[in-house]
């Protein structure tokens, strides 16, 4: 799929309650950002994890982060949503890397040209807040493949 230039540059909260800016806060070379609409989607992110988990090992500059991008109407309920999310986590890696968006959604669809919210998107984003890859859905053979394709080129072009 043809990725568009950059990661839009939107306010969020990690779910220890740090408030960051986007795409500021990826602190890898390369990083993997899945993007979630729904709670039902938990499933498609976390089915990444087992393949980002076996790149890190071999790959230092990458960084895996959990983007659930909540509607405005949502964002009064903010401490109970992200709270109720913390305490289901607890594991002090996984509330630094799960990072709550609320407000206008299309902040974050438009930019990232995503039309459709019923699964997640997923996008690798260099350092510098460029999207050099996205997808949608959960990790498949066929999705992977392609990021490793797109992971490989990144690295060989960091030398």
């Known amino acids: 799929m043809t990725a568009p230039r950059s990661f839009p540059a939107v306010p969020a909260r990690d779910l220890e309650g740090l408030d960051v800016d986007l795409p500021d806060a990826f602190t890898g070379a390369r990083n993997l950002v899945a993007v979630a609409f729904r709670r039902e989607q938990q499933r498609e992110v976390d ?19 959990e ?6 109407w949502w964002a009064p309920f903010r401490p109970l949503i992200d709270g109720g999310m913390a305490a289901a986590i607890r594991d002090p890696v996984v509330l630094r890397r799960t990072l709550t968006v609320y407000g206008d959604v299309g902040r974050v669809t438009g930019p990232l040209d995503i039309t459709d919210r019923s699964s997640i998107a997923v996008c690798l984003v260099d350092g510098s807040g460029r999207v050099h890859w996205r997808g949608s859905g959960g990790c498949t053979i066929e999705t992977a493949a392609a990021l490793d394709a797109v992971l490989t080129t990144m690295r060989d072009a960091d030398g």
């Not at 983007?67 to 405005?72: L, N």
């Open 67 to 72: 983007v659930p991008t909540i509607g405005r």
């Open 47 to 65: 089915s990444w994890v087992p393949w980002f988990e076996r790149e890190a090992t071999s790959d230092p500059g990458l960084r895996f982060y």
